[in-house]
């Protein structure tokens, strides 16, 4: 969006310049790139407010379908602004064996609740939605109606009735090609970094959707708190394999959940090794 904002603001230049040739004047060299810059901020600010609003305007009482593709695109163009404001950079690999126009299920393991975010990032076009704890919904009332409006569900981790209803609305949001689905299978953010082990009930959403399984993992985003703004981060992105559902046909949720955390284990301590 930035270089659109480039575009246009030139364009507003040149307008302006029909009616006071102010690239004609002495003190055009000065001049033009701060108006340049300056109306590049105000359609950022102006995004950003755009943005914050059709936040607040989410209802999580309500369907998440009504404007659900528009947030979605707000989230599209405004992640990467914020992203670089934050001073993130985001290195990735394997991203080139994403299937296109498919929703599936993504596998992530979870260092940080910006997890997420770096996700949707990675992947503007799959249509991520996650499922996440419940707390989310009590304790982050805003991160709770941007879940919402992206088709994010709750879901009880002490409380298998309830977490069997969650995994059983994550089926059928896939099945009805809503969004792609996210799941952090250990439960829980690990504070080592370390993989946990898995819930791998989870994996039933694939089985049952007869969709693909990207494994991703990710790492150092559990030091973004302390450095965020301030100093620049890296995080690095994964897509380790995309396993296709002939691949796990007649396995049961241990099998593939084993296969998943070996792939995700390995690649992960060689990430940590690296750093």
């Not at 001073?87 to 991203?95: A, L, M, P, Y």
């Not at 704890?133 to 992206?150: C, N, S």
């Not at 690095?236 to 998943?260: A, W």
């Amino acid at each position: 969006m930035i270089k659109i904002y480039l575009v246009i603001s030139a364009a507003l230049i040149l307008i302006l310049n029909n009616f006071f040739n102010i690239l004609q004047e002495p003190y055009s060299w000065w001049l033009v790139p701060v108006l340049l810059i300056g109306f590049v901020l105000c359609f950022v600010i102006i995004q950003m407010l755009i943005f914050l609003f059709a936040i607040l305007a989410g209802n999580t009482n309500k369907s998440a379908d009504k404007g659900d593709r528009f947030f979605r695109f707000m989230v599209k163009i405004s992640l990467p602004i914020i992203i670089a404001l934050a001073r993130v950079q985001i290195r990735t690999e394997g991203t080139e064996k994403l299937p296109e126009n498919k929703h599936m299920m993504f596998v992530c393991n979870h260092q940080h609740d910006f997890d997420p975010v770096i996700m949707l990032s990675t992947f503007p076009h799959a249509d991520l939605a996650f499922i996440g704890k419940k707390e989310i919904y009590v304790t982050m009332p805003l991160v709770a109606k941007i879940m919402h409006r992206l088709h994010s569900l709750p879901i009880d981790r002490e409380n298998d009735r309830e977490a069997a209803k969650t995994i059983i609305q994550a089926i059928k949001l896939i099945k009805d090609d809503v969004v792609s689905i996210g799941i952090f299978p250990e439960g829980y953010v690990s504070k080592s970094c370390e993989l946990l082990p898995f819930r791998n009930g989870c994996f039933k959403i694939a089985m049952k959707a007869n969709v693909p399984i990207a494994v991703c993992v990710i790492n150092n985003t559990q030091s973004l708190p302390k450095r965020i703004f301030r100093k620049k981060s890296v995080v690095n992105f994964k897509l380790l394999d995309v396993i296709y559902p002939e691949q796990f046909e007649g396995m049961n949720t241990q099998q593939l959940g084993d296969i998943i955390h070996e792939k995700m284990e390995t690649a992960l301590k060689q990430m940590l090794e690296e750093n």
